[in-house]
């Protein structure tokens, strides 16, 4: 029985298994993105090879660094425990690496040690991505074993951003005791010691490390790293109250939370939401801009325009837009052609008003009359404003994405998604208005004084009037430009 249990702390049933089977493929798609998965082997200080994986975007622009991840796995664990981690961390634009601890999955060695080796096979991994010019900060997620790993390893190097702790137990010397009550051993107290300080003296022998060096307490008041320990309140194996005593000791910024379930069930979907939040917080990934997909959108001249908007109501639209542009741009009062008749493609409307409604064209045209003039309701949209296209950014918990851009360049992919269009959201192209030349005025004061007057006779009759062309050409303009938002932009969903 005591060799049975020394086995079950040293030499756990083995997971051994078929990397292109259990985890993630060389390449996939994930939330709109394409990622990869890179295999490597490390040595550690021992001269055992480490099996490892590293998960991250597919192509990784080179003038980008991004975070990492190391996910520590469990006793009897694997990296393919690592798949949940993939999931939650790589929309975040944190990179996810993992690797079997020797002893474990597909590496070399014969005994794990709950933690004491371990650290040793972590500071090889943290090392190596040191090394990687595209790897910026690295924080470290353990569950149980890979818990305790991450914690002992924390204690050595402050640089680590963040650590998530799993069900980690706070000595092992006071686990195996408690583990004589769980599984019923009917022995009296001095026995069990007794048989725990001979296990003590076989550990050390085959798995060369003392059980009693084995404290997350001494560690935790030592450690500053910002931390968040999680616990299973129904965990029998390593009992809630190991992560009170950790935490309660821990010198470093710290939250705990607790959830239902064992020590091997799934964590609930909040605790994930969680670890998302506080990774994103300490490790501060960049933005890096979505790639765009045009394979669903059909040509309208040059938009793009999503196969959701209803080409009907754009026909109209664009119908009204061209017949009140030539309005505006024409002193005329004759009524528009019917050149265009409503079996014509829309397609072919939209360069039609395009030279019709070139803005440059009124603005210049009206410049030349005098009728414009700044500072007296002038449309916002025909005033200085920003329009380049911000970067996009997708997190697994939260997304506060804005688009700034063009409606000639527009295209809104599936997967984006937007605040609620308003009236006055920045949409549209920003056009100069060449406001320079009014400033160059004559020298002579007598003809300047008689430029003035008439200015201000001419603002007052035609002040209502050129309102009244630039509102109508505003409004229908916005409608179309709302028209096509609206019909190819996916709504941000609620988080749950």
Known sequence: MIEQFINFIIRPPRAEYDPDQYLWEKEFTLAGRTYQRQDLELKNSRGYTLQCSHYLPSPLPEDISLPCVIYCHGNSGCRADANEAAVILLPSNISVFTLDFSGSGLSDGDHVSLGWHEKDDLKMVVSYLRSNKQVSRIG???????????????????????????????????????????????????????????????????????????????????????????????????????????????????????????????????????????????????????????????????????????????????????????????SSSAPPSNSNSNTAPVRELIPKVAAVAAPESMIREELMRGNYVTGHDEPPDMKDEPNDLAEDYYSYTSSTRESWGRCSSLVCSDEESYPDYRDDDNCSEAFATPLGSLREMSADPKEEENSQKKKKKGERSTKKHKSDRFEKWESLSRKLRLCILKGSVNRRPKRS
């Open 140 to 330: 470290l997620w353990g569950r149980s074993m890979g818990a305790v790993t991450s914690l002992l390893y924390g204690a050595e190097d402050p640089s680590i951003a963040g650590m998530v702790l799993d069900s980690a137990f706070s000595n092992l010397y006071g686990l195996m005791m408690e583990l004589a009550d769980v599984y019923k051993i009917r022995l009296p107290k001095f026995t069990v010691k007794m048989a725990v300080q001979y296990m003590r003296r076989v550990i050390e022998k085959k798995a060369k490390f003392d059980i009693m060096n084995l404290n997350c307490l001494l560690v935790a008041r030592k450690t500053f790293i910002p931390v968040l320990f999680g616990h299973g309140n129904d965990d029998q194996f390593i009992q809630p109250h190991h992560s009170d005593l950790i935490s309660e000791s821990y010198a470093g910024d710290k939250n705990i939370i607790k959830f239902d379930g064992d020590h091997n069930s799934s964590r609930p979907q909040f605790f994930y939401d969680s670890v998302s939040l506080f990774f994103y917080n300490v490790l501060r990934p960049p933005h890096i801009p979505r790639a765009r997909k045009l394979d669903r959108y059909f040509d309208l001249g040059d938009l793009k325009i999503g196969s959701a908007v209803n080409e009907s109501l754009l026909y109209g639209i664009i119908s009204s837009l061209q017949s009140a542009t030539i309005d505006a741009a024409s």
